[in-house]
């Protein structure tokens, strides 16, 4: 074989072994790509059925329920405009309470329950996930009248 026909064979093979490499990031990448979503985009079927995703938003005063036997829990996530059902089996973090910032994910069930393999809680009284705000700032934005304010941020939370 002459040294210009291996080069070829070496270049095709390097090019080869590229593509298939590449190939299998992205589809490892694309397999554990979550994406978010708020409660009102839920209700309105922008949200996959088939794959896990993550819904944020605040957890709604006086919806927090623990079943007596397990460590199941069902609560509300809103957006202040549409609220979804959330039902999580496991520890729930220690700054997960009504009327703050949640994160959960995991899959929606065909009766419009969302059912949580993880609950992610917010960390301080000064931070809110970015989503998660602008989730609720749009909510908020929809249901205002001409003259009120749309900011529904806690004081000093920073986007």
Not at 5 to 13: I, S
Not at 34 to 47: G, K
Not at 73 to 100: C, H, M, W
Not at 140 to 157: D, I, N, W, Y
């Amino acid at each position: 074989m002459k040294a210009r026909n291996r080069r070829f064979v070496a270049l095709a093979v390097g090019l080869a072994t590229l593509a298939a490499a590449t190939a299998l990031v992205l589809n490892a990448f694309n397999s554990n790509l979550v994406f978010f979503f708020s409660p009102t985009q839920v209700i309105a079927n922008e949200a996959p059925r088939e794959r896990a995703f993550r819904v944020g938003g605040l957890v709604q005063e006086g919806s927090v329920v623990r079943e007596s036997q397990g460590l199941t829990i069902r609560f509300l996530v809103t957006d202040t405009a549409k609220s979804i059902p959330v039902t999580y089996t496991g520890l729930l973090p220690d700054l997960f309470q009504e009327g703050k910032g949640v994160v959960a994910q995991g899959k929606l069930d065909s009766e419009g329950v969302f059912h949580a393999d993880q609950v992610l809680a917010k960390h301080d009284e000064n931070y809110m996930a970015p989503e998660a705000a602008d989730a609720l700032n749009r909510a908020q934005s929809s249901k205002a009248t001409p003259g009120q304010t749309s900011l529904v941020l806690p004081e000093g939370a920073k986007p």
